[in-house]
């Protein structure tokens, strides 16, 4: 979807995504002095979809776009 600037941008829930790198007043990280790390990030990430199934992994993983198998192992590394 072309932005005001010419640049292209993609509605992702409620962030906004630029092509041309700009950041977005409503970025899930437009208060933070520094990006969180992949490490610090991926807890958050897995957790959200399960709170928003209600623990049922196989709901989750459709939210994220990944096989069950692959959640259940993603989670295995985070708790190990």
Do not use: H, Y
């Amino acid at each position: 979807m072309p932005s005001a600037d010419g640049g292209s941008a993609i509605l992702i829930g409620q962030v906004t995504i630029r092509a041309n790198g700009r950041n977005c007043r409503n970025s899930w990280f437009a208060g933070l002095a520094t990006l969180p790390t992949l490490e610090e990030a991926a807890p958050q990430l897995m957790n959200e979809p399960r709170r928003r199934a209600d623990g049922n992994q196989s709901i989750a993983s459709r939210l994220l776009g990944i096989s069950q198998p692959a959640l259940s192992k993603r989670l295995k590394r985070l708790l190990s």
